[in-house]
């Protein structure tokens, strides 16, 4: 088959032909229709993600998948050879990935595509839409409360907004004027705040005085920035979830701080899949690439994206 693969830890990346993958009993082939890009993808492909996983060379790049069920394993009884599914690779090992034409997953990474829902689409939830889940999740929103989102305007973020609004959230993105404003407004945002234009803390405060119930995080590595701006925003039973490790409980008394790690979980999709096929929550895409166009997208992550940048293999 053909896929886009590290071949070893002194190579870069390449598409290439490689073995169709092994099924175990409690797998299913997917035949990969489409997938996107996610930084994590970026720091796998570039040898970054070494801090955290273990490389099995070669390694088939690619988290997000979107396809169709080409083989069972011996132990799966509730999907059949045909079906739409989507899903996610998520491991701590680097071996596996979605951007080929088929890949062998665990059942639990993979629900059933909404009818509603194109393969593009449903190939850009993935990694993302989990992660804003999660984050959502963690601040325990509550109707009619504000939450700034920090990063609406990319994958996670694009999520995260609608997921909030969904909920009856006043949502403060964070975008610059332009295309990045007008998306995040169409995703649900209330009110938007120009990060790159002054202090974001100065901008929130301008639109609500009394600052926010919640805050997520998707742009904070530092400590210190993080804990600097949930404190000028939030007092005590504030919550901040961030997706970069920067929240700090003991810097944070009286705020419900979580570091959020995205983790498969089946009714963690299936509640995607659920909102997704019920029409509240689209795939926030704006550019498509080929599989032979991988390195592209990977470029146009790092110089700065709007939303989802899908692949279609
Ligand atoms: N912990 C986990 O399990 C987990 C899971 C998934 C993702 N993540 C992390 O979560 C973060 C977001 O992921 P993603 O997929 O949404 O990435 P993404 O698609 O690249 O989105 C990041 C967005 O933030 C914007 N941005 C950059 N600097 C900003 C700033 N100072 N203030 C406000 N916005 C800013 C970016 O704009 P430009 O593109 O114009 O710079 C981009 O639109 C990444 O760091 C990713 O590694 C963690």
């Not at 629900?111 to 989990?130: F, T």
């Not at 995607?272 to 032979?292: C, K």
Request: proline share 5%.
């Amino acid at each position: 088959m053909r896929a886009y693969v590290l071949p070893d830890d002194e190579s870069g990346p390449a598409l290439t032909e490689v073995p169709a993958p092994q099924l175990a009993d409690d797998e299913v082939l997917v035949r990969v229709r489409a997938s996107s890009v996610n930084p994590h993808d970026a720091m796998v492909a570039n040898g970054s993600a070494a801090r955290y996983m273990t490389y099995h060379f070669p390694v088939v790049l690619g988290s997000d998948l979107c396809g169709t069920i080409d083989a069972l394993g011996a132990n799966v009884t509730d999907l059949a050879v045909g079906q739409r599914v989507f899903g996610l690779v998520r491991e701590r090992v680097a071996a596996r990935g979605s951007f080929a034409q088929l890949v062998a997953v665990p059942r639990e990474w993979v629900v059933p595509a909404p009818d509603n829902l194109d393969d593009v689409s449903a190939g850009a939830l993935g990694l993302a839409a989990l992660t804003a889940l999660r984050c959502v999740e963690a601040v325990r929103p509550a109707e009619g409360e504000a939450v700034l989102v920090n990063g609406a305007t990319g994958g996670v973020g694009g999520y995260a907004v609608q997921m909030l609004a969904d909920r009856g959230v006043h949502v403060i993105a964070t975008a610059r004027p332009g295309e990045e404003d007008e998306l995040v407004r169409k995703l649900g945002a209330t009110h938007v705040v120009d990060w790159s234009d002054g202090d974001l803390a100065d901008a929130v405060r301008a639109l609500r005085p009394d600052g926010v119930a919640a805050v997520v995080d998707l742009v904070n590595r530092d400590k210190d920035t993080l804990t600097a701006l949930a404190t000028r925003l939030m007092g005590p039973g504030g919550r901040v979830a961030c997706t970069g490790h920067a929240a700090d409980p003991e810097r944070l008394p009286g705020i419900h701080a979580v570091n959020v790690l995205a983790e498969i979980d089946q009714d963690a999709l299936l509640a995607i899949a659920d909102l997704a096929g019920a029409g509240r929550l689209r795939a926030p895409v704006t550019r498509v690439f080929g599989l032979e166009e991988i390195d592209r997208a990977f470029a146009a992550l790092s110089a700065g994206s709007l939303g989802k940048l899908a692949i279609r293999v």
